[in-house]
């Protein structure tokens, strides 16, 4: 990419569209596809997260990458018995990411990649929320300080567990079937869903994440990572979770 590319792009302001036009390439992933599954609005501008998160990562990331795996799950609805039902309802989604094994065996593999792909990517953007509460509170507060300690001790645990994630995949704080709090981390985009889990705060650990601004240091990205996070939205997934 040239670099006067990218300044117009960074220079190109708030609006995601203005963003859009100014992107130096253009990829069929672009366009919406044709199907049930559509891609949900970020809700904030693409600069919202600078500087944690750059612009540019924001925008390709919702834009190709979250919006890839819809044009994937277009694409296979017709083989795959009661997916079309689903879009667009979060809680049709849970039930059929925590019901795999109901999915016909040729077709589970590209539903628990890219069903989980989007329910993850959605729960992504949800949770980075600009503005809210910067420090756990509550039940969560509570519930962490019992669980690890301190809200450091279990923010250490997560960085590791970011950290040690060979190749790509989340990390996650989640409630387990035991409806108790850990941390785990999955491969791919495997959502906690698959553990039996359910999460509540989760980061991306996917190279397209993070690698124009951090390039190989994920544990950067991971350290300024937890600024954006919406600890209200958090609370909110704990209490819907306990
Ligand atoms: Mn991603």
Sequence with gaps: MLRRDVLTILTAGTAGAAIAR?????????????????????????????????TLTMTIHHQRHHQAYLSN?????????????VAGKPAEIDKLLFDLDKVPDAMRTPVRNNLGGHWNHAFFWDLMTPGGA???????????????????????????????????????????????????????????????????????????AYYLKYQNRRPDYVKAWWNTVNWDKAEANFNAAA
């Design 134 to 208: 910067k420090e756990p509170k509550g039940k969560l507060k509570s519930a962490i300080d019992a669980a690890f300690g301190s809200q450091q001790a279990m923010a250490e645990t997560f960085n590791a567990a970011a950290g040690a994630r060979f190749g790509s995949g989340w990390a996650w704080l989640i409630v387990d079937k035991g409806k108790k709090l850990d941390i785990v981390s999955t491969a791919n985009q495997d959502p906690p869903h698959t553990l039996g889990a359910r999460g509540i705060v989760g980061v991306d650990v996917w190279e397209h």
């Design 73 to 85: 799950l277009n694409a296979i609805v017709d083989k795959v018995p009661g997916l079309a039902e």
């Design 22 to 54: 100014t992107l130096p390439f253009a990829t069929p992933a672009a366009a919406q596809s044709a199907g049930p599954f559509t891609l949900p609005p970020l809700g904030y501008a693409y600069d919202a997260l600078e500087p944690h998160i750059d």
